[in-house]
């Protein structure tokens, strides 16, 4: 608690000392955190630059949740009583800092989490959009397109972290939970993009492949090092005023990397708290609920697609995810496969309110044999209340088959409803 107390008391210090920079809030190149951060994917591309001087913006989430809902499996073991109550209020600080020209900074911490009620720093990165600070003109020409990525940062695999939410950020989610199978990672790395004016965009990146970093000998593999690819080749173009059309493929591929966190990285938790849990589980672990990890950590390689379509106030979102890996001591591979359609209505004198619906599922090969399949069905919408506060409600189903006896899971089923309100900017 005293701890706590002293990074608070050392937050509004350093906001009252930043109070003259944060007055600024614009910044080049950037996702605006609120409702206008809504469709959006990679930062923008702008040539245009309106740096005169360092300037800080401060930013943060808040987000709460009330949660209605049931679970039941085949018996064999027994489930957690749950009822309906509040969740735990969930908070992140941003800062985002632009130090030169094309030049800005991201650090993200979670004040709050599920799985962390301490504050924590998630990570942060440098983002590079022009090479002036170096020596005026340096690659202008290249640099009029490429943006680079460097820090400790989550990686730009698939599109679907675009839109998940991530702790307290939940602007961009317009259901209350993230997909089963939840792609996200934190590693050390950059990423080199290149986007043009007519669409075409691409993204090459390397990272550690570690999600917490040591210079340690890994004891079952004998290797310090690792690295894992990444890359993203899309089309995204505004065709008109009311059609917008996007399609992106993605690729995640590690090599000797022993742990692989790309399904297991979110420390933040599920939205939806002790659903499918056995009676023991306590407030922070486990914490994934209602998600799905395949038991894969070696030499994974995983691909997304993702179509992206908007026409007026009628949006499609899809996602299709193929993962091919192995876990410790295993020889034989085995697959998973994702997938997720997303259908919305927005509408309002600003788009502020939406209807939707989404379906996702998940088949995968266990470890011990079984062919499981999970699918959750959501129907829902929101309300922008204004650019900075949306509020949800959602029915959620999900479903469990395949799960041999003894199993937790088998025949497993979790439903009922969940509001979440949102505040960010």
Do not use: C
């Not at 550690?208 to 210079?215: A, D, H, P, R, T």
């Amino acid at each position: 608690m005293k701890s706590l107390q002293q990074f608070t008391l050392t937050i509004v210090f350093m906001l009252a000392g930043l109070s003259v920079f944060a007055q600024k809030r614009q910044l080049d190149n950037f996702r605006y955190p609120d409702q206008r951060g809504v469709g959006v994917f990679e930062a923008p591309k702008d040539t245009i630059s309106t740096f005169d001087g360092v300037k800080v913006r401060v930013g943060g989430s808040s987000t709460l949740q009330f949660q209605a809902l049931d679970h039941e499996n085949a018996g064999d073991v027994e489930l957690k009583e749950i009822g309906s109550n509040f969740n735990l209020a969930t908070a992140n600080l941003d800062l985002d800092v632009a130090l030169a020209k094309g030049v800005r900074m991201h650090l993200r911490t979670y004040l709050s989490s599920r799985h962390h009620p301490e504050p924590y720093v998630k990570g942060g990165y440098f983002q590079i959009d022009n090479l002036d600070f170096i020596s005026e003109g340096l690659a202008e020409n290249l640099m009029k397109y490429a943006t680079i990525k460097i820090g400790h940062m989550e990686n730009n695999y698939g599109d679907a972290h675009f839109r998940r939410s991530d702790n307290a950020q939940a602007m961009f989610n317009p259901f209350v939970g993230n997909l089963i199978m939840d792609s996200f990672t934190t590693e050390v790395g950059a990423e080199v993009y290149y986007q043009t004016p007519g669409g075409f965009l691409a993204m090459l990146g390397m990272s550690n492949g570690k999600l917490n970093q040591s210079v340690a000998e890994n004891s079952n593999t004998g290797k310090t090092g690792g690295a894992a690819l990444l890359a993203k080749v899309g089309f995204d173009k505004q065709f008109n005023d009311d059609f917008r059309f996007r399609l992106t493929g993605s690729l995640y591929n590690t090599g000797y990397v022993h742990s692989n966190y790309l399904y297991t990285a979110d420390r933040a938790g599920s939205r939806y708290y002790f659903v499918m849990e056995d009676p023991d589980a306590g407030a922070s672990s486990p914490f994934r609920s209602g998600r799905f990890a395949p038991d894969m950590r070696n030499a994974i390689t995983a691909i997304m697609f993702n179509p992206f379509l908007k026409y007026g106030g009628l949006e499609f979102f899809g996602t299709l995810e193929l993962v091919n890996g192995k876990d410790r001591g295993d020889d034989d591979r085995r697959n998973a496969t994702q997938i997720a359609g997303e259908l919305l209505y927005r509408f309002g004198a600003t788009e502020n309110f939406y209807l939707g619906t989404r379906i996702n599922s998940v088949s995968s090969e266990l470890r011990n044999g079984d062919d499981v399949d999970i699918t959750r069905w959501n129907l829902g919408g929101g309300w922008f209340m204004t650019k900075n506060i949306l509020a949800k409600l959602e029915y959620v189903r999900q479903t469990y088959d395949g799960y041999s006896t003894g199993s937790i899971l088998r025949d497993g089923k979790f439903d009922g409803f969940m509001v979440e309100a949102v505040i960010s900017f």
